[in-house]
């Protein structure tokens, strides 16, 4: 049984569309999301800097449109995944992605899902200085006691060992000045403290926007990182989507439910690497392909072939 895994934010690299758009069913898919979006897609994925696609309004629905144009080079039919797919899961934003690979909601609806998203996060990202920074290492109640002593939250339990901290850019100091014991705090270049309270306005907004899209259940299984829940009704993912803004991202509990539900390969979509790499130390014997460029989408179908 094959899974597609779908990454976040702080996947991206400057110029990571420039292969990808000789691929015409990829170019075909951005320039569709990029019409209902409004946003400059193409060159965001070509000639934009580094601190041009970090910016959360940008990068989210760069790694969403990325992603799901992926799909579509890898099975046509507007980025949704084929009937060789067992199931799909996204990190943070990635669940839109897969959202939209499961048929829960159109290419088109997915990036002015994220654009409505990553306005609203961007919105109060800014209303107070926030950050986050990863902890590699360390008992997971020791790091937790550490957190929760500085006032930070753990926005982002990604596997193997590592978390990722939240909260006050003075409290994300305080962490890198003295961490928890037996770990590693390196900070991250981000605009604030997603997956927290912090984000809570946004939820507010995106709830809102959420009731204005068309909604159908996934064809797929779809896990969700609330807990890994495997979700069979579209509204309830959506809903969660919503949540999830201002709730941890269990990658964690999804990479287990994968493996659980007998997952034998995972296949993670442009701009892949991030997820592949947690699940090389998390899902042990689990075969693993991420897409970096079109080279590899060959690879990728034979290993679907494989395991379908």
Partial sequence: MLAIVCPGQGSQTPGFFVPWLEVPAFRESIEAQQNASG???IEHGTVSDADTIRDTAVAQPLIVSAGVASLAALFGDNGSASSSVAGLAGHSVG?????VAAGIFTAEQGITFVKARSTAMAKAAALQATGMA????????VVESKLADLGLEPANYNGGGQIVAAGTVEAIAALQAEGPAGARVIPLQVAGAFHTRFMQPAVAELEAYAKTIEISDPRRYIWSNAGGK?????????SL???????????????????????TAIIEVCPGGTLTGLAKR????????ALKSPDQLDAALTLISNHS
């Fill in 39 to 41: 946003l400059a897609l």
């Fill in 95 to 99: 669940e839109i992605t897969a959202a």
């Fill in 134 to 141: 990863a902890i590699l290492g360390g008992e997971q109640a």
């Fill in 230 to 238: 495997l979700v069979k009704n579209g509204t309830d993912f959506v």
């Fill in 241 to 263: 989507l919503v949540k999830q803004v201002s709730s941890p991202v269990r990658w964690d509990l999804t990479m287990a439910a994968m493996v659980e539900a007998g997952i």
């Fill in 282 to 289: 998390s899902m042990p014997g689990v075969e693993t392909l």
